[in-house]
């Protein structure tokens, strides 16, 4: 079998853990091979794996298209399995290249794992510990098919939201060894990390939410300024059956293939001290299916978007939500992983 190796990033200094990554990759899939990119951390493996090159003609800083090409590449030199190795904003990422290819080609999506070396690693695509990579045996193994939230600005499909999708200016990010709130414009125009406190400016005196062209609620039913920050999550892998106080969110406990939309008089995805606000908060909750298609209208100046932590700049006034069940089967290994099914 032949397994695809990305890295967040490239072999650029003197980084032990991921050398030991590497290494332990290595060890663990010795009956295998594995192939790496030149531009997401084959020096790593010390001349050990199957080496693609970038295409030299391609130029710039656009770091999802980089993803794309490398993502494209390694398919095309036979990778079997993808494995990523960061947080979820790469997993997102390699999804996003790997489900649109084969959506066009008209091939099986191949299995995808990620090994937690990010921020956050919340899962569900990044379930594999960096310390328990050595004891990873793929004939001892299963797949689990995963739903991920598309998420369009106006007709424009973005990509897929496999933890969360928000609607905000900010995301999470580390800033030297600091985890800080990012500006989502700083990094995704300028490719600069820029800290800057969250923005509230989320909708305006327009705003609505519409399912398949039918409006479900408009402004006149809470104020703009409750509305501080919207967060769409996938519920497939939360277990939430008999815990009232989840509120709608309950229904994916029951419910297959369903997802949920919330909007917060407080921002919920930040980093820092809350003490300055309510402990008295707000929260409303829509619960959606499958194929359904959420519209939000009428957004504010801060309300651009982060996919699994990839920030957007919003383009257009309209932004979509429809959960697509199963569209990446995500490789585990028994006994080896985060718990991400029982959260």
Known sequence: MRLAVLFNKNNDGP??????????????????????????????????????????????DDY??????????LYHAGADRFITVGGDGLAAYVADALITHCEQSGKPVPPLAGVAAGT?????????????????????????????????????????AFNDAVIG????????????????????????????????????????????????????????????????SPLQFDRLYGRAIMGQLIKGAYRPDVAALVISDRILVAFGDD??????????????????RIEL????????IIIDGNPYVRQTDQVAFSYLPKVIPVWR???VGLDHESR
């Open 333 to 335: 290994a028994n006994g």
């Open 64 to 73: 999802k298209r980089k993803v794309k090409d490398a993502v494209i590449s």
């Open 120 to 160: 956050a690693n919340v899962g569900p695509i990044v379930s594999i510990p960096a310390d328990k990579i050595s004891s990873l045996d793929i004939e001892n193994s299963y797949i689990v098919p995963t739903g991920g939230v598309a998420v369009y600005d106006g007709d424009k499909r973005l990509g897929f």
């Open 297 to 304: 209208h009428g957004l504010g100046p801060h309300a651009h």
């Open 169 to 232: 200016n900010t995301f999470l990010g580390t800033l030297g060894k600091d985890v800080v709130n990012l500006s989502v414009e700083a990094m995704a125009v300028y490719g600069r990390q820029e800290a800057m406190r969250p923005g509230e400016i989320i909708a305006t005196e327009a705003f609505s939410i519409t399912s398949d062209g039918s409006v479900l609620c408009r402004v006149e039913e809470f104020p703009v300024d409750t509305i501080k920050q919207i967060i769409v």
């Open 15 to 60: 980084d032990r853990i991921l050398h030991a990554v590497a290494e332990n990759l290595s060890l663990a899939f010795r009956r295998h091979e594995i192939i790496s990119h030149s531009l997401f951390g084959a020096g790593f493996f010390k001349n050990q794996t199957l080496v693609v090159d970038a295409d030299s003609s391609y130029y710039g």
């Open 275 to 292: 003490a300055n606000q309510s402990r008295c908060s707000t929260v409303r909750q829509l619960v959606f299916d499958a194929y359904e």
